[in-house]
């Protein structure tokens, strides 16, 4: 196995490998909040700040608790409980001192412990046998690459909101067609770098 450099990692999260573009993850908000460009820029920053927080925990919790005693198949509820109580910790804090964008992002933030993106990165972390500062870069790449997805859809929906949509395609309809061809547009950089 060829050992990659995280830098590579971190590149090709962002473009090649991108969470929503590429494997599809992390949809439903994806969808339900690229509506505002400052509401998702405010929920990529929050899955990113969320994905670097809990593939330290979970690389930490996998790798110094659930291997030596044996106990890897339980990594899915230890993951989803990290990843709830992290979220829980940023919601609180947003609350206290972020308020405009807690009440913007609303039932979508206490779903980013459900977005299966986040489980999905630290699943590929354990699966790809991530080093740690792999699996850091790879968590930051994947949140940066699934913000810039989600901020060039809401850019995309308010030029189309003084567009003429056919009406069988308003709404989630065209918002499906443009997500599939931003998914096309990023096979174009399926040439720089590929991991696995």
Do not use: D
């Not at 709404?171 to 067609?177: F, M």
Request: aromatic share 12%.
């Amino acid at each position: 196995m060829i050992e990659l450099n995280p830098m590579v990692i971190f590149i090709a999260a962002i473009f090649t490998n991108n969470m929503i573009l590429s494997n599809f993850l992390g949809m439903c908000s994806f969808v339900a909040v690229s509506k505002e460009i400052n509401t998702s820029l405010g929920l990529g920053q929050a899955v990113t700040f969320v994905l670097a927080g809990t593939s330290i925990i979970n690389y930490l919790v996998y790798h110094h608790i659930l291997v030596p005693y044996n106990l890897e198949f339980l990594r899915f509820i230890i993951f989803i409980i990290s990843i709830a109580a992290f979220v829980q910790l940023i919601e609180m804090i947003m609350e206290k001192y972020i308020p405009n964008l807690y009440y913007a992002l609303g039932i979508f933030l206490p779903l980013i412990t459900v977005n299966c993106a986040i489980l999905g990165v630290s699943l590929f972390m354990i699966i790809r046998e991530y080093s740690f500062l792999q699996s850091f870069a790879f968590a930051v790449g994947s949140g940066i690459g699934w913000t810039m997805a989600i901020v060039a859809l809401a850019g995309i929906r308010q030029r189309l909101k003084r567009a003429t949509v056919p009406k069988g395609l308003e709404g989630p309809g065209i918002t499906l067609i443009v997500t599939g061809l931003m998914a096309m547009a990023f096979i174009g950089f399926s040439g720089i770098v590929q991991i696995q």
